[in-house]
């Protein structure tokens, strides 16, 4: 690669780009020309200037009742079902800060439940915890989960635990345990809500509307990436099951966390270090 210098400029963790190459020049690659399943987003329906926040205002469309209550700022979230933790920011409770360069191994604390918990949600888990050491692991929470009708394979379940415990333990306490209790009833709501046919699949279309009730503003390309990521049959039906809903959910909620402890200013921008970036990421592919 002879167009790149052979010693690093200073201030750089890994190579620079060319010195005659600028990002910024030169005009956008044109946008996908059908990102929705059905079509064009309606004439209606603009998008944000923002990269992620809330739902655009405005009237809904003609007979059809408004999916989202207007957010007054960009990391507002719908309101939480009564008796449930709140959570600012797609989905509730939030997880827990982490340090920007914290081991992603780290032990857990030992948690409690909070005040008011449920009595069914302290029932499983003390059902799933068998030796009695105060936590669960992830055969554990995919088996009590799959005992509620909600069954997702390893890798969600890893992804649960890591996004309401920072840490790759594999393990969650009763606090954790009963913030993803919540979460998940939270969105398998949402999902429903949204599955406006009863298929069991939300399409493009529906999958929109249903990121903007959490909060999730998204670009069609966005949208589009989304959609072929997580649906099962490689993009080709162009609708997400359940539980890969779940998997998508846990992975915009979690990024979005930890982008926003960059965008201390909320301004929708943020600046990351090499190594700042890596640890933001890798632990959200590893799970």
């Not at 205002?57 to 449930?84: E, I, L, T």
């Not at 360069?101 to 009595?119: E, M």
Request: with cysteine; net charge negative; charged share 15%.
């Amino acid at each position: 690669m002879s167009n790149y210098p052979h010693n690093n400029p200073s201030g750089y963790p890994y190579g620079a780009p060319p010195p005659s190459q600028s990002y910024s020049s030169g005009p956008p690659p044109p946008p996908p020309s059908q990102p929705y399943s059905s079509g064009h987003p309606p004439s209606s329906q603009s998008y944000p200037s923002g990269p992620y926040g809330a739902p655009p205002g405005g009237p809904p469309p003609p007979n059809q009742s408004s999916p989202y209550a207007p957010v007054g700022s960009p990391y507002s979230a719908p309101s939480a079902p009564p008796g449930a933790p709140h959570q600012p920011y797609g989905g509730y409770p939030t997880p827990p800060p982490s340090a920007p360069y914290g081991s992603p191994f780290a032990s857990l604390v030992p948690s409690a439940f909070p005040p008011g918990t449920d009595p069914n949600v302290i029932a499983c888990f003390q059902v799933a915890d068998q030796d009695g050491s105060g936590f669960i692991d992830d055969k554990e929470l995919q088996r009590v989960l799959s005992s509620y009708n909600q069954s997702f394979g390893m890798r969600t379940v890893h992804l649960l635990m890591y996004n309401f415990t920072n840490s790759n333990a594999r393990k969650i306490g009763p606090k954790e345990f009963t913030q993803v209790f919540y979460s998940l009833q939270n969105w398998r709501s949402i999902f429903e809500r949204f599955d406006r046919d009863r298929s069991g699949k939300i399409d493009s279309s529906e999958l929109r509307d249903a990121l903007l009730s959490l909060g999730f503003a998204v670009s069609p390309v966005v949208l589009d990436l989304l959609v072929s990521k997580f649906d099962k049959n490689g993009g080709k039906n162009k609708a997400i099951e359940y539980d890969n809903f779940i998997e998508m959910n846990v992975l915009m909620q979690g990024l979005t966390e930890k982008f926003k402890e960059k965008d201390t200013s909320l301004s929708g921008s943020a600046t990351f270090s090499y190594e700042s970036f890596m640890l933001t990421v890798l632990p959200f592919i590893i799970a």
